[in-house]
């Protein structure tokens, strides 16, 4: 059974113009990046792998816990806010958790797959708010 979380945020409608008082995110659904003014993104970090240990793994099929620890838990990474090169492309949702933002309070945290198996996003959830990413159900 698939996880699902529910976030109240504010979330600009692609399609109708309006915003969504209520979303329902799952694992495997699109988030699109939305286009920013700024060179990088306030409130998504972009991890990319720089180095390999084990055998490329294929991320397809591979969520949660099980996701978080293959991704990150061998080889390095260049961790930086995410460039705005990035702006119009997408993530897959791999792993939905809590955590905590800078002021210690508790969030929602969604890591995205962009580049399998080199690239994801960690978002947190005031780049919903703050409409850094576009929502996409899986249909």
């Known amino acids: 059974m ?3 979380i ?3 945020v504010l979330l600009a409608s692609i399609s109708q113009g309006f915003a969504q008082d209520e979303v ?3 694992l ?5 990046f939305a286009p920013i003014a700024t060179d990088n993104y306030v409130y998504i970090d972009y991890y990319k792998k720089t180095r390999f240990e084990k ?3 294929d991320f397809d099929t591979c969520y949660n816990q099980n996701f978080y620890n293959l ?6 990474f260049d961790v930086s806010r995410m460039p705005k090169r990035l702006a119009k492309s997408y ?6 958790m809590a955590g905590k933002d800078t002021a210690g309070n508790d969030v929602n945290v969604i890591i995205a797959m962009i580049e399998n198996g080199v690239s994801a996003a960690y978002i947190m959830e005031d780049a919903f708010i703050h409409e850094e990413v576009w929502y996409a159900p899986k249909q």
Do not use: A, V
């Not at 495997?28 to 699109?32: I, K, S």
């Not at 991704?71 to 390095?76: A, H, I, M, S, W």
């Open 6 to 8: 529910l976030l109240f």
């Open 91 to 96: 993530g897959i949702i791999k792993y939905i």
């Open 28 to 32: 495997d659904d699109t988030l699109y």
């Open 24 to 26: 329902q995110l799952q």
């Open 71 to 76: 991704f990150f838990g061998d080889g390095d």
């Open 55 to 57: 055998d490329k793994i």
């Open 2 to 4: 698939r996880k699902i």
